[in-house]
């Protein structure tokens, strides 16, 4: 049987945490579509365009990756792209709790047979948010080695302008 997996987020902005996520579901899956959810009464640092860009600059080295975005219930845009696979990752068990609740509820809400699968992070990145990259950055804090070049390229560039 033939995977087509979604990892999905909102990656505001996508950390080497992500990408190691990515660079493993892309392993065992055949296609993967990393899906940016676009959440209108979010207020975003980069926009889902924005986004897009730089995810689709780092993961060019992974044929079978593709990026989307979209907005309103996950469930709705599995249903509609006709994906069998939801990958989410764990960095503690914190993350779990929340994860296994949404799980459940959208399981109710598919149609047909969908399965969620949890990665875990390595734990050398289980302390990586983008949240917490975003506010050591705007502080002048060394986030070298916690994001992707190019998205520190992309931070940098906005604390300019």
């Given at each position: 049987?033939s ?5 999905a987020g909102?990656f505001d ?9 990515i660079?493993?579901a892309?392993k065992?899956?055949d296609?993967?579509?990393?899906g940016?959810?676009n959440?209108v ?6 926009t ?8 689709r600059?780092v993961?060019?080295h992974?044929p ?5 975005s979209f907005?309103?219930l996950?469930a709705d845009y599995v249903?509609?792209?006709?994906f ?5 990752g764990?960095?503690v068990?914190?993350?779990f709790?929340?994860?296994?609740q949404?799980?459940q509820?959208?399981?109710r809400l598919y149609?047909g ?6 990665l875990m992070?390595?734990?050398?990145l ?6 917490l ?11 070298e ?10 931070l940098d ?5």
């Amino acid at each position: 049987m033939s995977t087509s997996a979604l990892y999905a987020g909102s990656f505001d902005p996508l950390t080497n945490g992500h990408l190691d996520l990515i660079e493993r579901a892309a392993k065992i899956h055949d296609t993967l579509v990393i899906g940016v959810i676009n959440n209108v009464s979010k207020k975003s640092y980069f926009t889902a365009e924005e986004r897009v860009d730089l995810i689709r600059a780092v993961t060019k080295h992974l044929p079978n990756v593709s990026v989307d975005s979209f907005s309103g219930l996950l469930a709705d845009y599995v249903n509609e792209k006709g994906f069998n696979v939801v990958v989410r990752g764990l960095r503690v068990s914190m993350d779990f709790e929340y994860e296994i609740q949404m799980a459940q509820m959208n399981a109710r809400l598919y149609n047909g047979c969908v399965e969620t699968i949890f990665l875990m992070t390595k734990p050398s990145l289980s302390f990586l948010s983008s949240s917490l990259v975003k506010e050591v950055h705007s502080l002048d804090g060394d986030i070298e080695g916690l994001v992707p070049k190019a998205v520190k390229d992309a931070l940098d560039k906005k604390k300019i302008d």
